[in-house]
């Protein structure tokens, strides 16, 4: 028998919850933490809220204007990464994550805020649910943000990698870009495809985190919670 969709939805929902709570446990009084977007950020953003950590905190460099109202909303201070002479933890989901730790975000438009506060922190924690994880990845097509004028000419150069570019039409990202979604390129090797994406004249960022992996992957499944 399938199981209902609300109920697959609902043991998603508790993957990700068990991540973002194991979480919790590095967070330190007066800390300056960064956070990332999307769904599993928002399970740790409410859980700040409820476990009092909102107002613990010095304040949070955040990925995007969607994570900074929310945490705005429970009395978080909002900072500048240009204020904040170091960042020690910044705390973030994925749309798929290897064992090595090497990830594909930006599913939130929100990659090139998210590599830029990965690159500034002393250290990363990625917050997934199982399903996320893969031995290659790409399943889950590549996000490319691109300045505007440059999006037609960016995609024909994705295109010869081998991929599909999609243009992910109605999406600006909180930079005023577009977002390219490349389909159907298995990533052998992801440090060389980020390298050579980086390179294309026009790109902003590739959602590939190569050069910059996860320092922890906490993983949350029905059972409870691994951590790579
Ligand atoms: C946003 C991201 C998110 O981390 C990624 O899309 C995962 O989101 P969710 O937790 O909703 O699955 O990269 O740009």
Request: proline share 4%; charged share 20%; aromatic share 4%.
């Amino acid at each position: 028998m399938t199981k209902p969709a609300a109920a697959v939805a609902d043991a998603g929902q508790i993957k990700k919850l068990h991540a973002a709570r194991a979480s919790l446990a590095m967070l330190r009084d007066d800390m300056i933490l960064g956070i990332g977007t999307g769904s599993t950020v928002n399970a740790f953003i409410d859980l700040l809220g409820t476990d009092g950590w909102a107002s613990r905190l010095r304040g949070a460099v955040s990925s995007s204007e969607g994570s900074s109202a929310r945490l705005r909303a429970l009395g978080t201070p909002i900072l500048d990464l240009n204020e904040v002479p170091d960042l020690p933890l910044y705390i973030d989901g994925a749309d798929e994550a290897t064992r090595a730790r090497v990830l594909i975000k930006g599913g939130g438009a929100a990659l090139t805020r998210e590599k830029i506060i990965a690159a500034a922190a002393d250290r990363f924690v990625c917050i997934v649910d199982d399903s996320k994880l893969v031995e290659t990845l790409g399943r889950f097509p590549l996000p490319v943000e691109v300045i505007p004028m440059a999006r037609c000419y960016v995609a024909r150069r994705l295109a010869s990698l081998g991929g599909r570019p999609v243009w992910r039409e109605g999406t600006t990202t909180d930079n005023g870009n577009h977002i390219l979604d490349l389909h159907d390129l298995a990533i052998a090797d992801p440090m060389a495809l980020e390298a050579a994406i980086n390179q294309i004249t026009g790109v902003v960022t590739v959602g590939l985190f190569a050069a910059r992996p996860a320092d922890l992957l906490v993983i949350g499944a029905s059972g409870g919670v691994e951590f790579i």
